[in-house]
């Protein structure tokens, strides 16, 4: 049976972009993995590694985004929790017969999959599932470069700043 491996990321959205990957480097010590932006969504973003852990950061400056909103709503907070699972169409079939439903408009790359459930199934927060085939988006130079791969042939997203991470 399909299950999930681990807590992947942990996304916050933020007012300010810019205090907020500040506090995360400066203050807390973590180190810049890549930044992006999602064309579609209007939001920009970064991706910054604690040791084998990884917090994500998104803001917009679009008062209709559906970041700007929930800012206002919830003001800085968790605004999703990436989980790995290990056969993605399985726990979302799984999730389906249930009656949970998923946005799966990401499950089409083979290589790599995304669903999202909504906050009621998720105590509040939204669950993005990710099952990446390429091999997973971790904390280490080789999952940095994964998603960064993954962003570049995104007609969706935009790469801003490329795998940040020393090389190994």
């Not at 999602?38 to 400056?61: H, L, P, Q, T």
């Not at 083979?110 to 459930?117: F, K, N, P, S, T």
């Not at 997973?136 to 993954?150: H, I, Q, S």
């Amino acid at each position: 049976m399909a299950k999930v491996k681990s807590i992947n990321h942990i996304a916050f959205a933020v007012k300010d972009f810019n205090a907020a990957l500040e506090n995360a480097i400066e203050v807390l010590g973590g180190e810049m993995m890549m930044e992006f932006e999602s064309i579609e969504d209007r939001y920009k973003g970064a991706c910054v590694r604690f040791g084998d852990s990884i917090m994500s950061f998104i803001s917009s400056d679009d008062p209709e985004s559906f970041i700007s909103k929930h800012v206002e709503k919830y003001g800085n907070s968790i605004q999703h929790i990436g989980l790995e699972i290990d056969d993605i169409e399985e726990y979302v079939a799984n999730l389906e017969k249930k009656g949970v439903r998923v946005d799966k408009s990401e499950m089409s790359d083979v290589d790599y999959q995304e669903a999202l459930v909504g906050p009621k199934v998720g105590n509040g927060v939204v669950l993005q599932l990710t099952g990446w085939k390429a091999g997973p988006f971790d904390a280490t130079y080789e999952g940095c470069d994964r998603l960064c791969k993954k962003y570049s042939q995104n007609p969706k997203l935009n790469l801003l700043a490329g795998n940040q991470l020393p090389k190994p």
